[in-house]
């Protein structure tokens, strides 16, 4: 099975973008292993030259949204949550959540060997989709794809003053709110690969969710969420 689903309106719906030239989304899926095969049509392209744009599209939008979400923070930290956001890992995992790999156009050899669920190779494929979805729809619709996929969840960043958790209690404590509860809702994937979906709650009333490769990160992410959303409904209040 060169070719998992020859009909991508399911990956369209996944995506929420229907295509004008659904020739840019078979592209995006396509793998070169697939254009080397006896499946492969003489002159069709690999999806390598769009990853090489959609890496440079979903760092623009990431840089974009993260001045816009953090804007006093120096350079360095802004640096640091980026290249997070745009791992390979991070990459990977939103390519699951597509269920990228099932729409993957690859040749024997690289079916045998388990292509559909390689990290390095569904990561290549998120971006080769940024790239596919920007040329058929322009920059909007790629956002919304980086927003739902990447940007809901930020990871926070590595260092003892970026505790979104502490920072949302100490919020709370100082508006004399009950204190954050994390509850763990769904655990996805293998023991040795796990997505973990956390939501925070105050009381009954549910702030925020998130997902991350740890229950520790899916916290630390739905904390950022629902304390980002509590400043802004104060600011807008004022």
């Given amino acids: 099975m060169q070719f998992a689903n020859e009909n991508l309106a399911e990956l369209e719906n996944t995506v ?28 069709e392209q690999s ?13 623009f939008i990431v840089s974009d949204a993260l001045v816009s979400l953090f804007p006093d923070e120096s350079e360095g930290q802004l640096s640091k949550r980026k290249a997070r956001i745009v791992s390979a890992s991070h990459l990977y995992h939103a390519a699951r959540r597509l269920n990228l790999g099932h729409h993957l156009r690859l040749g024997k050899g690289e079916e045998k060997s388990g292509g559909r669920t390689k990290p390095g190779l569904l990561a290549d494929a998120f ?19 980086v927003q739902n996929c990447l940007l809901e969840s930020i990871p926070s960043p590595i260092s003892a003053d970026s505790d979104c958790k502490t920072a949302l209690q100490e919020f709370l404590q100082g508006r004399r709110l009950p204190p954050p509860k994390y509850v763990v809702v769904e655990e996805k994937g293998p023991e040795h690969d ?38 802004s409904r104060q600011i807008e209040a004022k």
Avoid: W
């Fill in 127 to 145: 971006e080769a989709l940024v790239a596919s979805i920007y040329l058929d729809g322009g920059l909007e619709p790629a956002r919304r794809l």
């Fill in 16 to 43: 929420g973008h229907v295509f004008n030239d659904i020739g840019l989304l078979t592209r995006a899926v396509t793998h070169s292993s697939f254009c080397r095969s006896a499946s492969g049509q003489a002159g």
């Fill in 47 to 59: 999806n390598e030259q769009m990853e090489f744009l959609g890496d440079s599209i979903l760092g």
């Fill in 194 to 231: 796990k997505i973990f979906t956390v939501q925070v709650f105050i009381g009954e009333t549910r702030l925020a969710q998130a997902e991350g490769p740890t229950k520790k990160t899916a916290q630390q992410a739905a904390a950022r969420i629902a304390l980002s959303d509590l400043r």
